[in-house]
């Protein structure tokens, strides 16, 4: 026999061998498979480029800085990166589209869904929800959530860095509310507020003025739905400043003070010496003035009416400034606060002669 023969012999002897089981016996027919025990929830998020508007955003609210999401069932939990490098994410024109699917045992199950800035999972949350689930034994099941926003800050603001109100006059003044994510960005869209556990969560907005001469409406917000603007409502009554928070569980803004401009005249503004009488023009006959409001800290603005009679500049002290005669006249400074509150400065510069060893020169 031929040493390719042998070879050939011994090959098939050895599938022989290896098809009869130990000991001469025989297998039987294969059984059947193993049940399918779970199923697989599949969210897909849509990240928006930062640039994306908020009303693209809706309606579930996942944040521009969004960078992983974990998944959350019992004891098991997963979490995924979406970035670029993720095969299962997507660029668009206008997002990042990433696809994630989470294996869980079949039947009911409650899941959280949260996203963070960070690529780990690690952080405080961006976004944040909890639902229940029916998990079907082999079957994937899309997970269509509305991620709740969770507030990492608050901002209040008003449409002047300074707002007042003037007495005798009433008025209303919008005051802007904004909620922002842990990255900084405002948030917009569906969903309710929440706090880094998922817990509901409420903004609201508080007075300092007990007289009743003020308002504000709204003065509670539960979600970016109830809008991000609320109406300070004045009815003109003599009041002191007040100030304005909005705060949340765990939260608050620093107070929005609210100036009360006295009107009529501003006869709340002091300012020493009352008038000024120049006996000659030039810079060596300057004088200063010094500038105060009770209860009032912020800056003055003033101004001459005629600066070829005289002529004003702040000094190196606050709140004082430097009054200089230009001409032979009379004129008025104008000081005014932040409110707009305001009060006049007569001056009069004269041109009179100058005796000197008795002659008149």
């Known amino acids: 026999m031929s040493a390719r023969l042998r070879l050939t012999a011994a090959a098939l002897l050895s599938v022989t061998l290896a098809a009869c089981g130990g000991g001469g016996g025989s297998s039987g027919p294969a059984g059947p498979p193993p049940p399918v025990t779970q199923g697989t929830e599949r969210i897909v998020i849509s990240i928006p480029r930062v640039t994306t508007s908020a009303r693209e955003r809706a309606p579930r609210y996942i944040s521009p800085a969004t960078q992983s999401v974990k998944l959350t069932a019992g004891s098991l939990s997963t979490t995924v990166t979406l970035t ?9 024109a206008t997002a990042l589209v990433c696809t994630v699917d989470f294996p869980v045992p079949a039947g009911t199950a409650t899941i959280t869904v949260s996203t963070y800035a960070s690529t780990d999972g690690s952080g405080k949350p961006l976004s944040t929800v909890t639902v ?6 082999g079957q994937v099941t899309i997970l269509d959530v509305t991620m709740n926003a969770v507030v990492s800050s608050i901002r209040l603001t008003a ?7 003037t ?3 009433p008025s209303t003044t919008t005051l802007l509310v904004t909620a922002l994510d842990a990255a900084g960005q405002t948030i917009a869209g569906a969903g309710a507020y ?5 817990n509901p969560l409420t903004i609201t907005l508080a007075d300092s003025d007990s007289s009743s001469a003020t308002s504000l409406s709204p003065k509670s917000f539960s979600s970016p739905a109830d809008g991000n603007t609320a109406t300070l409502t004045y009815n003109g009554a003599t009041i002191a400043n007040f100030t304005i928070t909005a705060s949340a569980s765990g939260l608050s803004t620093a107070p929005l003070t609210v100036l009360v401009n006295p009107g009529g005249g501003g006869n709340a503004i002091s300012a020493a010496p009352a008038s000024f009488s120049f006996l000659a023009p030039g810079a060596a006959y300057a004088q200063t003035l010094t500038v105060s409001e009770t209860g009032y800290n912020g800056s003055f603005a003033v101004s001459s009416a005629n600066t070829t009679i005289a002529a004003v500049a702040p000094a190196s002290v606050p709140n004082t400034f430097t009054v200089t005669p230009v001409n032979a006249g009379t004129t008025t400074l104008r000081v005014q606060d932040a409110a ?4 006049s400065i007569p001056i009069t510069v004269s041109v009179t002669g100058i005796t000197l060893h008795g002659k008149r020169r």
Do not use: H, I, L
């Not at 670029?84 to 668009?92: E, G, I, K, L, R």
């Open 84 to 92: 670029t490098s993720n095969a299962n994410c997507t660029p668009t």
């Open 340 to 343: 707009n509150s305001f009060t």
């Open 132 to 137: 229940p689930v029916t998990v079907v034994a």
């Open 159 to 165: 449409p002047s860095s300074t707002p007042f109100v």
């Open 194 to 198: 929440a706090d880094a556990a998922g």
């Open 167 to 169: 007495t005798g006059t």
